[in-house]
């Protein structure tokens, strides 16, 4: 690396962090974005530090907004009697690209796993308990990955939440599989099929 090139090597190393970027990714995504200045990378570098300074977790939900309530925890046209639990973010969005879920959500921010040290209190676990007790939840469905730390932390949500209707995505979803990667035929394929666990 030289000196004239180091904030370039600095901005491929950050890139290759991403995820689906790797080292030779990342460097074809500069050099398209150097070519193309202000057509790609002002744009880009204005609107990062803007997101950079106003992006927040939703207090409600844990989904990413620039507000502390998001959209989806703001509407009245979401149903209010159904919850879904989901992993993370990018599993929200997924679900929401699929349109086949107009309720409300929670996200959990990860999976109980005893190997890593997280539970229930490291995850949202104790605001969803608090959220489905507040308010009129009649159904919590759990959209979690079909993975092993997946069904631990179902099975464990369930046996919380009693007076509940607890159901789970059914067909359509492999085991292992996670759902940001599902097409949306299969995301609504397995809403529409769930199961009381």
């Not at 600095?10 to 962090?17: E, G, V």
């Not at 992993?87 to 796993?113: C, I, N, P, Q």
């Not at 209707?165 to 359509?172: K, M």
């Amino acid at each position: 690396m030289t000196q004239s090139t180091k904030d370039l090597d600095d901005l491929i190393d950050l890139m290759a962090k991403l995820p689906g970027l790797g080292p030779r990714s990342a460097r074809r995504a500069v050099l398209q974005m150097v070519k193309k200045r202000a057509l790609l990378m002002k744009p880009l570098a204005q609107t990062l530090s803007t997101v950079a300074e106003t992006v927040r977790e939703c207090l409600t939900c844990g989904n990413v907004g620039t507000s502390d309530t998001c959209d989806i925890c703001k509407s009245p046209k979401r149903n209010t009697t159904e919850l879904c639990v989901v992993e993370d973010v990018s599993d929200l969005w997924a679900m929401e690209r699929a349109g086949v879920f107009k309720g409300r959500y929670h996200v959990l921010g990860g999976t109980l796993s005893a190997l890593d040290a997280v539970g229930p209190d490291e995850l949202r676990i104790p605001q969803l308990l608090r959220r489905v007790a507040e308010d009129d939840v009649q159904e919590v469905i759990l959209a979690l990955n079909a993975t092993m730390d997946g069904q631990t932390t179902a099975h464990y949500i369930a046996d919380q939440l009693a007076g509940v209707r607890v159901t789970s995505l059914a067909q359509g979803v492999p085991i292992g599989g996670e759902l940001d990667y599902l097409d949306d035929g299969t995301i609504t394929a397995a809403m529409k099929a769930r199961k009381s666990l």
